[in-house]
């Protein structure tokens, strides 16, 4: 077994409770996507029947059948690895650091992306919204948040609505946490990930909004329909951004597969003006 799978397959062994089947595990992703048998049969041009089989553990899946059912099923590529183990089979996605010499050539490419949106901000973070890494500017719209909150891992999703960091000055706060909470719903709803279920529980007993921070659109302007802009107080100046998120197309690797590039740029020229000359300030 490659060295890079080792650790996954550990954790892909981890990931599968006792007793559980590769057909249960089946089962239940084609249930989480809404398919019928028949649906997912269909899709993945086999016969139901023969998925049923699969399903109730009549039939034991190929290494091949387990990664096609995955592919139409679009199960993240750590949960294949655990449905590979559960059959039996070796996983066959590595992961590896985002400094190991393998990911060398992406690395790069996360940096260029990250350092070229300068003077605007811009993170990299993992499958539970942990900072992975970003720019210069990043650090500056920190300050004032708790220690403890910045301490890593810092957790993107905890850091924006914790009473304790950004929620007070975000500007529309309510409008910004339930924003940041569909998006974590529908990769709870895609993935089932855990550590994401109890990070939606921690973020839901913060309080929604409080003091000034519950304003209403952005600088007046009306975002509605079109997008959920970020209004957020930095020494004293309201800046308004819109986001994008970045991923790599056809990652075969895990770690590259649960990476996102969160980039944020300027919603009014008056913020634009502002980033220049705070990231000016800072050189």
Known sequence: MEAGL????RRAMAAVPRLTTVGSL???WR????????????????SARHLSFLETGRSGPSREMILHL??????????RNALLVAAGYAPVFAERPLEAPELRQARKAVD??????????????????????????VPLLLAGADHDLLRPPINVLRLSLHPAGLAPRIRNLSEWRAHLLERLQRQIDASAD????????ELR???????????GAARDRDYAGVLVPLQVSVGGIDLVFFSTTTVFGTPLDITLSELALESFFPADS??????????????
Do not use: F
Request: hydrophobic share 45%; with cysteine; net charge positive.
């Open 70 to 79: 995955a592919e139409q099923l679009r199960i993240p590529l750590r949960e």
């Open 6 to 9: 080792v650790p996954c397959y």
């Open 194 to 201: 855990r550590t994401l279920i109890a990070l939606m529980k």
């Open 112 to 137: 260029l992306i990250l350092t070229g949106h300068e003077p605007y901000p811009a993170l990299a973070i993992d499958r539970h919204w942990n900072l992975v890494a970003s720019n210069r500017v």
């Open 31 to 46: 249930q989480r996507r809404h398919l019928s048998q028949l649906a997912l049969a269909c899709e993945a041009e086999i």
């Open 270 to 283: 008056a913020t634009a003006e502002a980033l220049r000359r705070i990231s000016s300030e800072a050189t």
């Open 26 to 28: 089946l089962r239940d």
């Open 205 to 215: 007993s913060y309080p929604a909004a409080n003091g000034a921070a519950t304003g």
